[in-house]
């Protein structure tokens, strides 16, 4: 049987999509400007049924999920993934998006037990987060979704479990991560060998099979979204929305991998299928992936004129200033940071425009970041730089050689893979030890 199709050909929606981003670990949608243009006469979304709309949905524990909560939810998933606002899309997609709120409210749950503050302040940076990725004004989030006629508040409750999360998962899960040596020289020795075999650039959305008994459909619900994709939605954002993976927060997106990287029966798809194509339902240990090819090379035929690279930005006069107290946190918490993934947490905190840049070529930076970090240990932070109205601090993830990533970035891959297992089992244990009653 065929295992995939094509993109290339897939009609695309008149309705211009909302931005999605994530904001760690955790699948969270966006809005761009265009939302408010977007969403008038017959492309708004549709509003939430009154009659009948405080009825229950779910029941999780001792909280509850409401029809009102679960159509407003999909009134942001048609915004963000470009979908048909139509009743039978909704239908299909209903399922989905419950389980996404049944996450969302075992997340928060598990925010109370472990006794872990989520304030005002959380929730306008993770806001604030989201408007400076989609260069949007301060405030200009919020307009956009009253304009869109999409309900505020279901984003702010999806923003505040997120922000739990990440500070549940840094509280109780990052001191269980620990990468050996040992661990670091195998790992090395495999991609040694697989060195020249094919590697390739895949997006993927997870959908997790928690009981055999729910295997069918679980495969079911892969098979609607792949038609959704056929029809033109965006995968990213079915990607944040629905994918129980860690690739959940950035749209899916794996990266380059190869042998060990993922399962063998992925990779025996992923070697029949040309950059484009979008795979059938693949089960494998866990659950099912929908995987989208994008590229494919010969390991160790990365570009090694640009180093994946981090930034902290403390911003010293104007309106988006750095106060005091946030700058001294910064400061002392520095000088133990080692790493990117500590790093950009860091730059998380503090919001735009500190975070990743990705891969960037140092010869075009500018000549006193340049010198910085021409010679500047991979994972450790730069001296403090004074830029116009601000203070800068690099960081150099990676420096890639042609062949294989230095030990430090190697360490560093392995503590992230780890941590995201973590959380994922984290979430998994929960969904089980649950008493979830679904109820429509």
Known sequence: MEHFVSLRSFPRSGRAALLGLALTLIP??????????????????????????????????????????????????????????????????????????????????????VKISVGPEDIEQGVKRLEGQNNLPPGGLRKAFKEAGLDWGSLERQVRAEMGWIKVVQKTLVPRVNVSDEEVAIYENNLKRNLGQPEYLVADIFLAVDDPAQDAEVQSA??????????????????????????????????????????????????QMAPGNLSQPIRTFGGYHIVLLRDRRLAGQQNTSAWPMSRLVLITRGPQAVKAEVRQNAEARLKNIRGCEAFDALAREIGPPSGSLGPVDPQRLPPPIRDAVRDLPVGQPSPRLSVEGADLVMMVCDRPTGGLPDRNALHERLAQ????????????????????????
């Open 28 to 113: 969270l949608p966006l809005v761009s400007p265009v939302l408010a243009a977007s969403a008038t006469g017959a492309d708004r979304p549709a509003a939430a049924p009154t009659a009948g709309a405080e009825r229950i949905a779910a029941v999780i524990n001792q909280d509850a999920v409401s029809l009102r909560d679960l159509n407003a939810r999909m009134d942001i998933v048609m915004a963000t993934s470009r979908l048909p606002n139509s009743p039978e899309i909704r239908q299909r997609l209903a399922p989905q998006i419950l389980r996404a709120l049944i996450d969302e409210t075992l997340k928060l749950q598990e925010v109370e037990r």
């Open 222 to 271: 892969g098979a609607r979204l792949i038609d959704q994709l056929r029809q033109g939605a965006n995968f990213a954002a079915l990607a944040r929305q629905f994918s129980r993976g860690p690739s959940a927060q950035k749209g899916g997106d794996l990266g380059w991998v190869g042998p060990g990287d993922v399962d063998q029966d992925l990779l025996g798809v992923l070697g």
């Open 417 to 440: 893979q780890k941590l995201e297992g973590l959380a994922q089992r984290r979430l998994r244990d929960l969904r089980q030890q649950a008493l979830i009653d679904v109820r429509i």
